[in-house]
């Protein structure tokens, strides 16, 4: 006959109130905690942002099987963890992210203003010096003409500039125009440069009537060596018409 103690013995070996005691640890706050530990990454490209939001994702999923399994699953503070990586990780993306694109277009702007100011004032010349990449371009000075008189190639490329409908039409209205930014038109990046393309209305009196026309810029932020940065007008099209905005008239067409 067995002993009736051997059973007591049995139930109450140490080896067998750990493993009653035994709390599995789970996968989704594991997952959840190294996504959190990757969402650093999405600062360096929006794409990227799909890890924090998907550390959101998991780690409130596993706070959810948490709480539903009660004591039996550990993992509560690896999630919580994850959880505020991820949510700190994606607020901070966006707000950098939005804040870059505000400053580029900032940026684009007050280049694009001086591009207009200098053809306002009828200098031609050093317009065209914005539209020329960076590292091309000639010191405003007095020698600026003398390049372009002793150069042919660089003579008619000028010259084939000013003959050009919009900037030819914003040279003859000079100081009678105001020019103004109407509208961000689309910002983007293209072979490592940043784009961004800006609508300008350009107003001038005709015959005692308000003129309007407007002008699409496209602004290209390009990169230089030593981490440097600088902008020029990659193209500029006259006649451009915004959403909602009425057809040129044929007495206002010549602007575009």
């Not at 994606?90 to 707000?95: H, K, L, P, R």
């Amino acid at each position: 006959m067995s002993n009736p103690g051997s059973a007591d013995l049995r139930l109450t070996d140490p080896l067998d109130a750990q493993i009653a005691q035994y709390r599995g640890l789970s996968a989704g706050a594991v997952a959840g905690l190294l996504i959190g530990l990757l969402a650093p990454l999405a600062m360096i490209d929006p794409l990227l942002w799909v890890l924090p939001v998907g550390g959101i994702l998991v780690n409130g999923w596993a706070l959810r099987q948490i709480a539903r399994q009660g004591p039996t699953l550990l993992g509560r503070r690896a999630a919580l963890a994850g959880l505020v990586l991820s949510t700190a990780l994606a607020a901070t993306a966006v707000t950098d992210w939005s804040a870059h694109r505000w400053l580029l277009r900032r940026q684009a702007r007050q280049f694009a203003d001086q591009w207009f100011e200098l053809l306002a004032q009828g200098q031609p010349q050093k317009a065209y010096q914005l539209v020329l990449a960076p590292e091309q371009r000639l010191p405003f000075d007095d020698e600026l003409w003398n390049f372009y008189r002793q150069s042919d190639y660089w003579r008619g490329e000028l010259e084939y500039y000013v003959s050009q409908p919009l900037v030819r039409t914003l040279l003859a209205l000079g100081r009678k125009a105001q020019v103004r930014c109407y509208q961000t038109e689309g910002q983007g990046s293209q072979q490592g440069s940043d784009c961004v393309y800006q609508v300008y209305a350009v107003t001038y009196d005709l015959s005692g009537q308000r003129e309007t026309f407007f002008v699409l810029l496209e602004l290209e932020r390009v990169k230089l060596a030593g981490g440097r940065a600088n902008w020029r007008v990659a193209d500029a099209k006259g006649g451009f018409r915004p959403n909602g905005w009425p057809a040129p008239t044929a007495d206002n067409a010549s602007g575009a």
